[in-house]
């Protein structure tokens, strides 16, 4: 019991940054939202039941924009595709959790497979820990859905308080002390370049993480093989 | 307005099953020990690409790097290299980012 309590501590504590920054770019959805024609109850409906940042937002925007259902609907699949890998990769740290996977299968999203996955490889499967973070999340995201809802355009400037900075830089802090050995280093790098080759060729396209995501651990794998064979 | 509703139960479904996927695909299977090295190097390649990929903002429809982030990264990459404690690294990484930002 214990142990539990302490994993939830845990799993609060570190998720508790990137929840704040969650919050404020749920404020700015909450706005968007309104101005898109949801209306309070779509808006905060679309965050309990979507519950993925990208999505509603690509989403409020492209309606407002003037784009019909099916447009959004495949965009959101293409930006939806990159779940498959983190759900496959978080597969084994939530195993344990037995029919209760299909709830916490629910926030597979970009920042509790940060989490998760760097958890699942200090201390083994853990999906306490995982649904705390994904819960402490959850609550964050909707919250400040609603708030933004409610406020309107009443709404501070996350850049003025260098919110959006939070997001790479955890993931600045999470990504430096994993590089320890060659491998994985070259696997980080190729993700940088695979990314900076299609942002550049290919502006704003949702595939661009899913593609340096699946392609990049190849070339770690060919490093450790090479590196097997000559020991 | 009854298209939102429908629109949101769709995207509700989709987003769903996009997550549930590469869970039941995986669950219980035994990997391969490469298939296992496999997912042990995709943190790093997702990672990188998601910092990288924020690098980047669109500006008048051209792309642009962000100073503030990539020296905040910088700093970040560093005071954690040195120090080994995530909060502090993240707090002084935003906030010389923010130094950058307004000076």
Known sequence: MNMTIRTIRTGISEALPLAIAIAAYGLSYGVLGIQAGFGLVGTVLMSLLVFSGSVQMVTVAMITGGAGILSILVTATLLNLRNLLYGAALAEGIAPAKRWRWLLSFGVSDEPFVLGISRFKKYGPDPIYFATVAGTFYIAWVSSSLIGAIIGNQIIDPQKWGLDLAFPITFVALLVPNLTEKPIITTALTGAVITVILTVLFPGTPLNILVAGVLAPLVGIYLKEKNKNVD | ?103
């Open chain 2, 1 to 103: 307005m009854w298209t939102n509703w429908i629109l949101i139960g769709l995207l509700a479904i989709t987003t769903y099953i996009s997550r549930i996927i590469g869970i039941e695909v995986m669950k219980g299977r035994k990997t391969s020990s490469t298939l296992r090295l496999y997912f042990n190097y995709v943190p790093a390649g997702i990672l990188s690409a998601l910092v990288v990929s924020q690098l980047f903002i669109s500006k008048d429809s051209q792309i642009q790097i962000s100073f503030p982030i990539v020296i905040g990264g910088l700093v970040t990459a560093l005071t954690i290299k040195i120090s080994k404690s995530f909060l502090p690294s993240v707090i002084v990484g935003i906030v010389s980012g923010l130094l950058i930002r307004n000076l």
